[in-house]
C-alpha cells in the first residue's frame, strides 16, 4: 500500500548491487512513474524489502524457475535487480501507456524479458500460468480500491500453488477525500469511516470502527479488507482452504501484520509504512 515505505531494508548477502536511495529513482524524470515516485520517495527501500524475501524463500521455492510479472516503468529497474539477485529468466513488463512501452523496448536490461502493451488486469484474464509466478501488483490509484482488492484475490485462486504475489494500494486516508465544512477529529473519522464503506461496497469488514480512519490504523483497516476478501476466495477452492487452515498464521507486532505460508499459493506481509502500508 502506497505511502512512504519503511526506513528500515534488510541487507541481503548475495546482493552485488548498491541499494538505490529514493531520491536516485525520483530523479529518473519522464516517465508515468514520476508521480508515484513523488507519492513514494522511499520506493527503491520498498523494492530491497521485497527482494530480502524473496531471497529468503528462493532456497525453498526455487524461484529462478518462476515467471515474474510486474510494472517496471521506463528503466525497468526492478526487472534487473529480480534477474541479477534471483536468476529469474521468465519476466513479463506490462504497461499500458505507449511512449513508455516503447522505451521499455529500449531500454531492456535483459533479452528475455517480454514487453507487453496492456493492463495488468487484461494480461491476466488472458494468461494460464503453467508455472509459479511472482506477481507484483502495484497499485497506486485510491478511486479503484474496490477492484483492485477483488482482482487480487481472485488470482489467489488462479495462480499455481507456490505462487508469490505482491500487492501495493493507496493507504492514505486522506484519499477518501475532504468533507466540507469545519469538522471535529472524531466527526472526520466517521466520515471517511463512510467514505470507505461507500468506496468498498461489499468488501466493507463488518464491525470496522471510526478509530480504524485514522493516519496510524488506516493501512491495518484496508489490510483486513484484503485479507477477508482473500479468504472468500480461498473457500471457493478446496485444495487452497486446506492449506489456509493449516498453514496461515495471523498476528500483529510492532505494527507489522503478517499472514503468511511457503506451501499457500500467496505470501502476504504487511509492513509499516509511514503514511500508509506495503503489502507482499
Known amino acids: 500500500m502506497t505511502g512512504n515505505p519503511t526506513s528500515e531494508s534488510t541487507a541481503t548477502q548475495n546482493s552485488t548491487t548498491p541499494a538505490l536511495t529514493g531520491e536516485s529513482i525520483c530523479q529518473q524524470r519522464g516517465s508515468s512513474r514520476d508521480s508515484v515516485c513523488r507519492v513514494r520517495p522511499n520506493k527503491a527501500v520498498d523494492r530491497e524489502l521485497f527482494l530480502s524475501l524473496l531471497m529468503r524463500l528462493a532456497p525453498k521455492l526455487a524461484l529462478e524457475k518462476y515467471h515474474y ?4 516503468g521506463p528503466f525497468l529497474e526492478d526487472f534487473r535487480m529480480i534477474h541479477g539477485r534471483l536468476g529469474i529468466a521468465r519476466m513479463t513488463c506490462i504497461e499500458t501507456e505507449d511512449q513508455v512501452h516503447k522505451r521499455q523496448l529500449f531500454n531492456r536490461p535483459v533479452a528475455s524479458i517480454e514487453c507487453v502493451h496492456k493492463s495488468l488486469e487484461e494480461y491476466l484474464d488472458e494468461t494460464d500460468f503453467d508455472a509459479p509466478a511472482i506477481i507484483w501488483f502495484d497499485y ?8 483492485q482488492v477483488e482482482r487480487f484475490a481472485r488470482t489467489v485462486g488462479s495462480v499455481p500453488i507456490g505462487s508469490v504475489l505482491r500487492v501495493t494500494l493507496n493507504a492514505n486516508p486522506g484519499a477518501l477525500g475532504k468533507p466540507t465544512g469545519n469538522l471535529s477529529e472524531a466527526e472526520l473519522m466517521e466520515w471517511r469511516l463512510y467514505a470507505f464503506q461507500r468506496r468498498l461496497g461489499s468488501l466493507f469488514p ?9 493516519q496510524k490504523c488506516f493501512g491495518k483497516s484496508l489490510l483486513y479488507a484484503l485479507k477477508l476478501a482473500v479468504e472468500k476466495e480461498v473457500l471457493t477452492h478446496q485444495q487452497l482452504f ?4 493449516r498453514g496461515s498464521i495471523c498476528q500483529s507486532r510492532s505494527q507489522v501484520w503478517r499472514v503468511e505460508s511457503a506451501r499457500l499459493p500467496f505470501h502476504l506481509r504487511a509492513s509499516d509504512s ?7
Open 69 to 72: 510479472v510486474g510494472l517496471g
Open 140 to 147: 497506486t490509484e485510491p478511486k479503484g480500491i474496490t477492484n
Open 206 to 214: 463488518s464491525g470496522l470502527a471510526a478509530d480504524g480512519m485514522t
Open 242 to 245: 486446506g492449506l489456509w487452515q
Open 274 to 280: 509511514g503514511r500508509g502500508r506495503t503489502l507482499f
